[in-house]
Structure formats: C-alpha cells, structure tokens
T-cell receptor
Framework: SAVISQKPSRDICQRGTSLTIQCQVDSQVTMMFWYRQQPGQSLTLIATANQGSEATYESGFVIDKFPISRPNLTFSTLTVSNMSPEDSSIYLC????????????FGPGTRLTVL | AQSVTQLGSHVSVSEGALVLLRCNYSSSVPPYLFWYVQYPNQGLQLLLKYTSAATLVKGINGFEAEFKKSETSFHLTKPSAHMSDAAEYFCAVTEGGYNKLIFGAGTRLAVHP
C-alpha cells in the first residue's frame, strides 16, 4: 500500500486568505484525488488531479476556488482560495491505480479552520 | 448515477455484541463496493472491498461484508465488538468505469462496556 503524507496537518486561517495543501506519496501512482469532508459529514470528491494537465473538477467545484497542481506522479497540491468560514473542513488526498479494481488509499487529512 | 445509503447515522453496541452496519447501493453497472473506517482525527483506512469475486468478503480487524445483489446491499458485520472498534464507518461505491468513489453519509459506531 502507498504511504501518503499531507502538509499541513491542520491550520487556522483568516477569511479572505488562501492556503495550499501538499500531498506526497512514497511511490508513483496513476490517480490522485482531492476530497472535502465538512464537519460531521461524509466525503465529497473535489477533483481528480491529472499529471501534466488541468484537473478534472466535480460539479459544484471550480478551478478558481480550488486550483490544483500535479507536477509529477508522486506529488499534488490543492489551494483553497479566498477562504470563508464555510471552507472549514478536512481536506484529504487519495491515490490509486487507474482501474476500478485498484484500492484507493487516503492521506491523513488537513484540518482547516477559517475564522 | 451510483449512490450509497447507510441506514443509521449512529449505532451503539455493547462490547462483545454483534456489530451490524447497513449499506445499500444503487448502481446501473456491476458495482465495486468498499468499507472504510475513520478513527478520530485520522484519515480513512480500507476495511474490505468487493470486486465481483466471492460475495462474502473478509477484511481486517475481524470485519466481513456480504454482497447481496437481490437486495442491493453490502452490510458490514463483526461477531464481537471491541472497544477499539469505535469509529466512523463509510460505505462507498465506484462510479461508472472509473475508480472515483461515491461515499455514503457514514455511521458512527459507539462501543460501551
């Protein structure tokens, strides 16, 4: 299984600022995803991070608010831009192979609080 | 589109009792189904997965789940609960031909002495 780390593990930010979250994997992976888990709720997929091209966003999420980079097969970043208290959530990255048979592994998450 | 329904947002059992967490799915294609566990302040850990092989799937920590196509269910069970099983449990299904996961709302399991 892949070992995934995220930085920072938690942060408290002011309204209107931006935060970039890093996701690092210990081996090359095909697929990387970013999820949001709002307080007391389930996980919702934000986007699929594509290596060498623009991320694929899910309905309700836009690039201007959640820009994503994936410069190589082991690293991705998610930026939460112009934050508001509604952005307070846990943000998790996950990785997998390219088929449905492949298990998806999750990072420990980044707990974000926006004041 | 695929979807997952978890019945019971909170389940409480006594230590040593049977654990049953319910999951029903909706899918227009043969589903791949997963159970993940989230301990407090941690990420998600895979418990088990169904990928169209055996319908009874055994996972880690003594958990198992049975895929029942006729009931569109994938309930998670453990014969004897342990205090360390207290956590949030998520059922998930992959969407379409891709490995994008669709999660249920989650069930918080409490285990009391």
């Amino acid at each position: 299984s892949a070992v995934i780390s995220q930085k920072p593990s938690r942060d408290i930010c002011q309204r209107g600022t931006s935060l970039t979250i890093q996701c690092q994997v210990d081996s090359q992976v095909t697929m990387m995803f970013w999820y949001r888990q709002q307080p007391g709720q389930s996980l919702t997929l934000i986007a699929t991070a594509n290596q060498g091209s623009e991320a694929t966003y899910e309905s309700g999420f836009v690039i201007d608010k959640f820009p994503i980079s994936r410069p190589n097969l082991t690293f991705s970043t998610l930026t939460v831009s112009n934050m508001s208290p509604e952005d307070s959530s846990i943000y998790l990255c996950s990785v997998s192979g390219e088929t449905r048979l492949d298990t998806q592994y999750f990072g420990p998450g980044t707990r974000l609080t926006v004041l | 589109a695929q979807s997952v329904t978890q019945l019971g947002s909170h389940v409480s059992v006594s230590e040593g009792a049977l654990v049953l967490l319910r999951c029903n799915y909706s899918s227009s294609v043969p589903p791949y189904l997963f159970w993940y566990v989230q301990y407090p302040n941690q990420g998600l850990q895979l418990l088990l997965k169904y990928t169209s092989a055996a319908t009874l799937v055994k996972g880690i920590n003594g958990f198992e789940a049975e895929f029942k196509k006729s009931e569109t269910s994938f309930h998670l069970t453990k014969p004897s609960a342990h205090m360390s099983d207290a956590a949030e449990y998520f059922c998930a299904v992959t969407e379409g031909g891709y490995n994008k996961l669709i999660f249920g709302a989650g069930t918080r399991l409490a285990v009391h002495p």
